[in-house]
């Protein structure tokens, strides 16, 4: 079967680096996006990887690596608006968006 | 007013009672997506119409019963509902169906509570 993993919750220090992790195994692959959720609120769009490697916009990084079926999602100098939850999603060979269950991120003073 | 609206936000209803949800985008988008969001769970896709055809059903119980009227608006009919159709019901549009690296640009969602 299809299958995203992320950690369920993470705790960070604002100011500080975070890396959530993402793995899956899909039907074929036609890339990965993150999305970040504020409680109460609308999933937002953060970025979308189909070639291995970094893809880096301001604070906010992700990585992917096809042959490991891995990526993740690089969090630096922390805020304490960062607190959200992150979704993984893969699109899979028939452009189906297979969703993991998204990390909860604290962010601590 | 832009991107994606929902209305109600907050919803109770009885087992017996007919509610709908509404969605409208306001982003041009073709295509207009129905999940389901429950607690600690991943995102349950419901729904697709892209330019207005249905072209997804999840295998959704025929309580829950979708109407794309137009590229901008989509509904969702909601009749003799569980206690378990509790959740977080999200509306989505994207620029096409299944295109690419296309986001998907979601709604606040409606909370929706059955008792």
């Known amino acids: 079967g299809q299958n995203i993993d992320q950690p369920t919750e993470m705790t960070a220090t604002e100011g500080a680096i975070v890396q959530i992790n993402c793995t899956y195994q899909t039907s074929g692959f036609n890339g990965l996006f993150w999305y970040q959720q504020h409680a109460g609120e609308a999933p937002t769009f953060l970025s979308y990887?189909?070639l291995d490697g970094l893809e880096e916009k301001g604070r906010f990084s992700s990585f992917l690596s096809r042959s490991k079926g891995y990526s993740y999602l690089l969090l630096k100098e922390l805020q304490m608006k960062d607190s959200a939850s992150y979704l993984c999603a893969c699109m899979d060979s028939n452009y189906q968006l297979i969703w993991g269950a998204g990390t909860k991120l604290i962010i601590k003073p | 007013e832009t991107g994606v609206t929902q209305t109600p936000r907050h919803l109770v209803m009885g087992m017996t009672n007919k509610k709908s949800l509404k969605c409208e985008q306001h982003?041009?988008?073709?295509?207009m997506y129905w999940y389901k969001q429950s607690a600690k769970k991943p995102l349950e896709l419901m729904f697709v119409y892209s330019l207005e055809e249905r072209v997804e059903n999840n295998s959704v119980p025929s309580r829950f019963s979708p109407e794309c009227p137009n590229s901008s608006h989509l509904f969702l009919h909601l009749h003799t509902l569980q206690p378990e159709d509790s959740a977080l019901y999200l509306c989505?549009?994207?620029?096409?169906?299944?295109?690419?690296?296309?986001?998907?640009?979601f709604g606040n969602g409606t909370r929706l509570t059955v008792t």
């Open positions: 989505a549009s994207s620029q096409e169906a299944g295109g690419g690296g296309s986001p998907l640009h």
């Open positions: 982003l041009g988008h073709n295509a």
């Open positions: 990887n189909v």
